[in-house]
Nanobody
Framework: QVQLAESGGGLVQVGGSLRLSCAAS????????MAWFRQGPGKEREFVAA??????????GDSVKDRFLISKDSDSARNTAYLQMNSLKPEDTAVYYC?????????????????WGQGTQVTVSS
């Protein structure tokens, strides 16, 4: 099993920035992809960003493109992913979840991810 632990959420004003972290522990595989999803109040879980196993390829949801940046720790043994969130808007308010996929390719589909964290709350105030 793989355990994922998110951190870095909090309250921020419109236009501000936050950096989320996702640390993987347990049975670590170096070849899996990682992603961030979010779920706002009364909404379905939404894809935010994903990074493949090597860290060389990334993809983003349309609503966060050019504002958010996903990255992965260069030390493959640690398997930590990050989400740098800039120019935050009230509509970015949500619980943000980290996910890991044993198949190392990118995917935007929640059903294709094998492990999930508990989530971290991000609130953007206007």
């Amino acid at each position: 099993q793989v355990q994922l632990a998110e951190s870095g959420g909090g309250l921020v004003q419109v236009g501000g920035s936050l950096r989320l972290s996702c640390a993987a522990s347990g049975r670590i595989f170096t070849s899996y992809a990682m992603a961030w999803f979010r779920q706002g109040p009364g909404k379905e879980r939404e894809f935010v960003a994903a990074i493949n196993w090597s860290g060389r390829n990334t993809t983003y949801g349309d609503s966060v493109k050019d504002r958010f940046l996903i990255s992965k720790d260069s030390d493959s043994a640690r398997n930590t992913a990050y989400l740098q969130m800039n120019s935050l808007k009230p509509e970015d308010t949500a619980v943000y979840y980290c996910a890991a996929r044993l198949a190392g390719l990118l995917s935007k589909a929640t059903r294709e991810y094998d492990f999930w964290g508990q989530g971290t709350q991000v609130t953007v105030s206007s």
